[in-house]
């Protein structure tokens, strides 16, 4: 059964049946992420990943001598980055470091959304390379939408059949970089949904200075099968409010939580949890303390403790939510 299938069967009223699928899904995600997790650390503890112990690196306040206790410990210490380009050619240099440096970090799970056609090889060989850790999307980024977008979408099409995506993504609209392309921007966006709609897949959109044509595309064609996330949130609190009125939308909140001027902190703190998943946009958007750098994975910890701080909970109450949330839209 599809999660998605779940949700909508939630909002039509089954709430009982949401609860018990719903729970028993998680169960089994987090056991299997547990097992997953022991098997990782036990790697790293014989040195089979870990080029970078004395870096500072992927540390969290007493985790990194706790590993191998409890399975509920593991549970509690899932970090789940969203959103991350790592296939990019910025880490070829140090790939397989970067990621000792993810999983050290506590991370279980890197969604990666692509870019474009040149993207896709990369993006297939990640996640080749780390099959239980790097989870692909398919879609056509709007800052790539260009007169022949529809020659595009036509080969990226039938390559759903080919493999598994976790989502349709990341798509959407971008009026910081091109004005001129809206109109072909808002026709590609609405027929990537109509794949996700078909696929049952979740979208992974991208709203930059857009926040008012991508609602207007939303209201028009969203219904019960779309389902999904608005990466990189960095709205106001009535476009948190917009999103979340469409029932099963969350907001990816990433570096720009630690930007002091963003004001996001005070937008995240009134948005409900069960809204939110993190993410990084590696390489871009770095968290402080790294602002400026190249910014990775293992930095989805920086956004986790910034927002435990931000709703007052613990790093594992944060962590724990967002990444029940996470696999409440994705099924890796
Ligand atoms: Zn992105």
């Not at 996700?196 to 219904?223: G, T, Y």
Request: glycine fraction near 6%; proline fraction near 4%.
């Amino acid at each position: 059964m599809h999660f998605g299938d779940v949700w909508i069967g939630f909002q039509k009223g089954s709430e009982f049946l949401f609860g018990v699928v719903v729970n028993f899904h998680l169960t089994i995600e987090l056991s299997l992420q547990c097992a997953q997790n022991g098997r990782r650390q036990d790697d790293i503890a014989n040195g089979a990943e870990s080029d970078d112990k004395d870096s500072g690196y992927g540390r969290h306040p007493g985790k990194s001598n706790r590993w191998g206790q409890t399975s509920d410990y593991f549970c509690a210490m899932s970090l789940i980055d969203t959103h991350s380009h790592i296939y990019l050619p910025q880490f070829d240099e140090d790939l397989d470091a970067m990621i000792a440096r993810a999983r050290e970090a506590g991370v279980t799970k890197i969604f990666l959304p692509n870019i474009d056609l040149d993207s896709i090889p990369l993006m297939h060989k990640l996640s080749d390379r780390y099959p239980e850790l790097c989870y692909p999307m398919l879609g056509l980024h709007p800052c790539d939408v260009k007169e022949n977008y529809i020659d595009v979408l036509n080969t990226m099409k039938p390559m759903f059949n080919d493999r598994k995506y976790i989502a349709v993504g990341e798509i959407g609209i971008d009026l910081y970089w091109d004005k001129t392309t809206l109109d072909i921007q808002i026709e590609a966006f609405k027929i990537q949904c109509a794949w996700a709609k078909a696929l049952a897949l979740p979208i992974v959109i991208h709203a930059r200075d857009s926040f008012d044509e991508i609602f207007a595309v939303m209201d028009e064609i969203h219904d019960d099968k779309l389902f999904g996330v608005f990466h990189c949130f960095t709205g106001h609190a009535d476009q948190a409010k917009k999103v979340m009125s469409y029932g099963n939308f969350l907001m990816g909140i990433g570096g720009v939580l630690t930007y002091e001027k963003s004001g996001l902190d005070v937008v995240a703190k009134d948005i409900p949890m069960e809204y939110l998943v993190l993410e990084t946009d590696s390489p871009f958007l770095t968290p402080k303390p790294f602002r400026g750098k190249r910014n990775e994975s293992s930095y989805v910890k920086f956004v986790a403790e910034k927002l435990a701080t931000v709703k007052e909970l613990s790093y594992d109450e944060v962590i724990g939510t967002t990444s029940q949330n996470a696999l409440k839209i994705f099924r890796p």
